[in-house]
């Protein structure tokens, strides 16, 4: 396993290991990663949902550089590939399942999206279609966060495309 980024090296092994697993998130039920996914609904709706796209993008990247790195030394210190309990992963990748949604959310029924997207994202993390599978072999952090950034670039698809085909059908 690949420490990943520099800056994550001088970081105290209770820090990585908090941010990984989004404190004691991480460690609660038997389906963590869903825990996850339910907090990053939250991140959505608290951080994302008003930006403006660039704003959007902007600190999408910078979540996925953070996640990516911290994600790499929870490995690390952990002593574990891709440990369960770290939920980082899918905490920063459900705003990639809205992007370009705002606006439809706005006049339409956004907990139906939202429910809509959370269901879809888990289904796609869980069965790993496609190539969201492969990504898992990546390196280190990248393989970790990078399965998650899929499935829910995935989602983000379906969304799409189901909001078209409701707007084409139903007016």
Do not use: C, E
């Given at each position: 396993m690949n420490r990943g980024f520099q800056w994550t090296s001088v970081l105290p092994s209770s820090w990585v290991c908090n941010l990984a697993t989004l404190g004691p998130l991480g460690y609660w039920g038997k389906a963590p990663g869903?825990?996850?996914?339910v907090a990053g609904i939250f991140l959505y709706l608290v951080f994302f949902y008003t930006l403006a796209p660039l704003y959007y993008v902007l600190l999408l990247a910078f979540l996925l550089y953070f996640a990516v790195g911290i994600c790499a030394e929870a490995e690390v210190r952990m002593q574990k590939h891709d440990p369960s309990e770290v939920i980082l992963d899918e905490f920063i990748a459900i705003p990639f399942c809205f992007i370009g949604l705002r606006g439809y959310m706005m006049d339409h029924w956004p907990w139906l999206i939202l429910l809509l997207g959370f269901g879809?994202?888990?289904?796609?993390?869980?069965?790993?279609?496609?190539?969201?599978?492969?990504?898992?072999?990546?390196?280190?952090?990248?393989?970790?966060?990078?399965?998650?950034?899929?499935a829910a670039v995935l989602t983000c698809v379906c969304l799409h495309i189901g909001v078209a085909a409701w707007a084409y059908f139903v007016g």
């Open positions: 869903t825990v996850g996914s879809l994202f888990r289904l796609f993390d869980i069965t790993k279609p496609l190539i969201v599978g492969k990504l898992q072999d990546l390196r280190g952090g990248w393989g970790v966060v990078m399965d998650d950034v899929a």
